[in-house]
């Protein structure tokens, strides 16, 4: 447990060392990557270009189907009878 505690702090440490070294960099070095880019540059490539159109796009499926309840229940009075009057 307390090997784990070491490297949980040491790892902050580590990222910012490595961020300021980075931010440190010659200026020579930086400029002379930049000629050399800029004499490598490849040519464009051809690119096909079209407007935009706003359409309509169905989005139906038609399936045949049989449709069964999940569960049927028959109702059937208590008593025989007619009922004459509410």
């Given at each position: 447990?307390?090997?784990?505690?070491?490297?949980?702090?040491?790892?902050?440490v580590?990222?910012?060392?490595?961020?300021?070294?980075?931010?440190?960099?010659?200026?020579?070095?930086s400029?002379?990557?930049?000629?050399?880019?800029?004499?490598?540059?490849?040519?464009?490539?051809?690119?096909?270009?079209?407007?935009?159109?706003?359409?309509?796009?169905?989005?139906?499926?038609?399936?045949?189907?049989?449709?069964?309840?999940?569960?049927?229940?028959?109702?059937?009075p208590?008593?025989?009878?007619?009922?004459?009057?509410?």
């Amino acid at each position: 447990m307390v090997t784990i505690m070491k490297y949980l702090k040491t790892i902050p440490v580590v990222l910012i060392s490595g961020l300021i070294l980075s931010a440190c960099s010659s200026k020579k070095e930086s400029a002379t990557l930049q000629n050399s880019d800029a004499s490598a540059e490849k040519p464009a490539a051809p690119v096909k270009v079209m407007t935009l159109a706003k359409s309509k796009i169905s989005r139906t499926i038609d399936y045949t189907a049989t449709i069964l309840p999940f569960e049927e229940v028959n109702m059937a009075p208590s008593s025989p009878g007619r009922i004459d009057r509410i």
